[in-house]
Nanobody
Framework: QVQLVESGGGSVQAGGSLRLSCAVS????????MGWFRQPPGKEREGVAA????????YYADSVKGRFTISQDNAKNTLYLQMNSLKLEDTAMYYC??????????????????WGQGTQVTVSS
């Protein structure tokens, strides 16, 4: 059974940092693209960053480039998202996801078949 479990969300002031983690189990981690998506209240889910678990290729949405870093620990089957210089507009539910391939940029929800339950990130002024 495939499981993705996020942790690390919380409340932080603008300019602060958080690190999200996603523990993965139930499949061969290195065979998939791993991604972070977010969904602000009342808005659609959007791709934030992705990394190929087997090779390290990465993608970032323009809105987070230079502030967020996606990384992984293959030995632990764990995905991370380091978020620095957080802004009010980063407030959202953040989801970890896994997919076999990426067919479009920006990231598409449709490319990712496995999802975690989400972790809330709230940035305040």
């Amino acid at each position: 059974q495939v499981q993705l479990v996020e942790s690390g969300g919380g409340s932080v002031q603008a300019g602060g940092s958080l690190r999200l983690s996603c523990a993965v189990s139930g499949y061969t981690y290195s065979s998939y693209w791993m991604g972070w998506f977010r969904q602000p209240p009342g808005k659609e889910r959007e791709g934030v960053a992705a990394i190929y678990a087997g090779g390290g290729s990465t993608y970032y949405a323009d809105s987070v480039k230079g502030r967020f870093t996606i990384s992984q620990d293959n030995a632990k089957n764990t995905l991370y998202l380091q978020m620095n210089s957080l802004k009010l507009e980063d407030t959202a539910m953040y989801y970890c996801a896994a997919g076999e391939t990426i067919t479009t940029i920006p990231l598409s929800v449709a490319d990712f078949g496995y999802w975690g339950q989400g972790t809330q990130v709230t940035v305040s002024s």
